[in-house]
Nanobody, 127 residues
């Protein structure tokens, strides 16, 4: 069964850190570009970051540059999102998704060509 499962969310104070994990089962994650998305209540889904399967290219949306870092471990079939200096506006459900083409995912901001989606993990940034 093909699955993407996220973990690592939770409640954190502003300025804190969390590391999210996205574990794939049923397929080889190493062949896919993986994106991290978030959706806050009442807002549209946003592509936060994504990482290529081929050359290590990485994309970040402007609001997280310098604070978030995406990485992958193909041996563990896992992609990570390290989130530092968290702000209340980072509060959202975060989920990962795959795409066979990194450039399509970036150009479309995750609207085109997505294949598998996880169910998400909630990140709440609040004092």
């Amino acid at each position: 069964q093909v699955q993407l499962v996220e973990s690592g969310g939770g409640l954190v104070q502003p300025g804190g850190s969390l590391r999210l994990s996205c574990v794939a089962s049923g397929f080889n994650l190493g062949y896919y570009a993986i994106g991290w998305f978030r959706q806050a209540p009442g807002k549209e889904r946003e592509l936060v970051s994504c990482i290529s399967s081929e050359d290590g290219s990485i994309y970040y949306t402007d609001s997280v540059k310098g604070r978030f870092a995406i990485s992958r471990d193909n041996v563990k079939n896992t992609v990570y999102l390290q989130m530092n200096s968290l702000k209340p506006e980072d509060t959202a459900v975060y989920y990962c998704a795959s795409n066979s083409d990194y450039h399509i995912m970036v150009a479309s901001l995750g609207r085109d060509g997505m294949t598998y989606y996880g169910k998400g993990t909630l990140v709440t940034v609040s004092s």
